[in-house]
């Protein structure tokens, strides 16, 4: 099975701050990779799909992209709302796998 | 637009067998795959497998290639998870997930004696 590394896994930030996550693959999966957001008692949300393509109605301070096998996703300037676990998902080969996930929280 | 909604809550007992369901609206059902992903309390997203909507076939990650079974009814654009043989481990939230992209909001199993 591919394993997404995911770090870090608490990552504290101001409001305003620019924060990147990031997920490395184990095994190429091209740009077969998509991130989810999601806040306490809620279903994920699909922000990111095909490495660095924004799912629709997700604002334009979030960005994904690829550098060989790391996977980034950056929010350019922090907002209240973006307070929330993010996971990343590798969809290229069965089993799909998660990263371990991030938790975003106000400094 | 696009809705998954699934079931209420649950509380069983180990031992016990439950069925999870998820129904499909705003889009035909056999044009995606439907998965599902389970989160235990706390914990992060668990990939379990999926189903082939046209074919019915289900494929499972490893840890859930016993007592879990996916299923259809195409005719009601729902898909079913049900687990046999309840563990206190089984305690989690589970979603079902079109294409994972578009999830539902997620149904609490609380497996406890």
């Known amino acids: 099975d591919i394993q997404m590394t995911q770090s870090p896994s608490s990552l504290p930030a101001s409001l305003g701050d620019r924060v990147t996550i990031t997920c490395r693959a184990s095994?190429?999966?091209?740009?077969?990779l998509r991130w989810f957001q999601q806040k306490p008692g809620k279903s994920p949300r699909l922000m990111i799909y095909?490495?660095?393509n924004l799912a629709a109605g997700v604002p334009s301070r979030f960005s994904g992209s690829r550098s060989g096998s790391d996977y980034s996703l950056t929010i350019s300037s922090l907002e209240s709302e973006d307070m929330a676990d993010y996971y990343c998902?590798?969809?290229?080969?069965?089993?799909?796998?998660f990263g371990s996930g991030t938790k975003l929280e106000i400094k | 637009q696009i809705q998954l909604v699934q079931s209420g809550p649950e509380l069983k007992k180990p031992g016990e067998s439950l069925k999870i369901s998820c129904k499909a609206s705003?889009?035909?059902?056999?044009?995606?795959?439907m998965q599902w992903v389970k989160q235990a309390p706390g914990k992060g997203l668990q990939y379990m497998g999926w189903?082939?909507?046209?074919?019915?076939?289900?494929t499972y990650a490893d840890d859930f290639k016993e007592r879990f079974v996916f299923s259809l009814e195409t005719s009601a654009s729902t898909a079913y998870l049900q687990i046999n043989n309840l563990k206190n481990e089984d305690t989690a939230t589970y979603f079902c997930?079109?294409?994972?992209?578009?999830w539902g909001q997620g149904v609490m199993v609380t497996v406890s004696s």
């Open positions: 095909g490495a660095t």
């Open positions: 997930a079109r294409g994972i992209a578009d």
């Open positions: 189903i082939n909507t046209q074919t019915g076939k289900p």
């Open positions: 998902l590798q969809s290229k080969e069965s089993p799909l796998t």
């Open positions: 705003g889009y035909t059902f056999t044009d995606y795959a």
């Open positions: 095994q190429d999966i091209g740009n077969y």
